[in-house]
């Protein structure tokens, strides 16, 4: 059973999907087993909470010093023997001794088709204004590794979708999450869970 923690820093509707797609068993062989965020209001946590995952919250605030705070981050998500981390709308630099740690073992959502639309300063609905002002056709979502850059790791899945006339960001990315990010984020899991599995399906094209 693969042990995924799942970092949020918002409304956690893809931490929903993952939750949802475990309970119907189209995600199998894993389990959340712990929700995290640096955010206290993060209506993500009451989501985790109402699932009986534990939600815990590492606020930068709270400590002295950026380094406490990613010494202590660390130790939450060490103190869970995670296999995966899942970042879902978490909007924190993940800190080098994390990711040399956990290399491979980290992947992120990111509503656009990277590379565009991506990197410092493209996050949440920033992404689609961008998207919009560039008056792109297509945009997506981007599922990836996570590495010291900034959404720069492995591309591991991508999704096209649609912009359509009169788009506003607020639509545009309530579609690139119905059409994209509640999908990818967990067939990611799936496949990362399930890799005999997801090799099957990218040799013959369906599960067997
Ligand atoms: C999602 O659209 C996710 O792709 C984005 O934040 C939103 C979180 O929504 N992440 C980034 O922009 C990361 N660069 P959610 O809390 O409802 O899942």
Same mark, same amino acid.
């Given at each position: 059973?693969?042990?995924?923690?799942?970092?949020?820093? /918002? /409304?956690?509707?893809?931490?929903?999907?993952?939750?949802?797609?475990?309970?119907? /068993?189209?995600?199998?062989?894993? !389990?959340?087993?712990?929700?995290?965020?640096?955010?206290?209001?993060?209506?993500?946590?009451? !989501?985790?909470?109402?699932?009986?995952?534990?939600?815990?919250?590492?606020?930068?605030?709270?400590?002295?010093?950026?380094?406490?705070?990613?010494?202590?981050?660390? !130790?939450?998500?060490?103190?869970?023997?995670l296999d995966l981390i899942v970042?879902?709308?978490?909007?924190v630099k993940i800190p080098a001794a994390m990711i040399e740690k956990y290399r491979n073992r980290i992947i992120n959502i990111h509503p656009s088709l990277i590379p565009?639309?991506?990197g410092v300063g493209y996050y949440g609905l920033k992404v689609?204004?961008?998207?919009?002002?560039?008056?792109?056709?297509?945009?997506?979502?981007?599922?990836?590794?996570?590495?010291e850059g900034m959404d720069s790791g492995p591309i591991l899945l991508q999704k096209a979708v649609e912009v359509k006339a009169g788009d506003t960001p607020e639509i545009l990315q309530r579609r690139v999450m119905e059409e994209a990010e509640w999908k990818l984020l967990p067939q990611a899991i799936h496949m990362i869970a399930n890799p005999q599995r997801a090799a099957c399906v990218q040799a013959f094209g369906a599960e067997r």
């Open positions: 059973m693969l042990r995924v923690g799942v970092l949020v820093s /918002g /409304g956690g509707t893809n931490l929903q999907a993952v939750l949802d797609a475990i309970d119907a /068993g189209t995600v199998e062989n894993a !389990r959340v087993e712990v929700v995290i965020s640096n955010n206290a209001k993060a209506y993500a946590l009451e !989501r985790a909470r109402k699932h009986g995952v534990a939600a815990e919250c590492v606020c930068p605030k709270d400590f002295e010093n950026r380094a406490q705070f990613e010494k202590e981050l660390l !130790r939450r998500v060490d103190a869970y023997g970042l879902a709308g978490f909007l565009s639309f991506c689609h204004e961008a998207a919009l002002a560039r008056g792109v056709k297509i945009t997506g979502a981007t599922v990836h590794f996570v590495d």
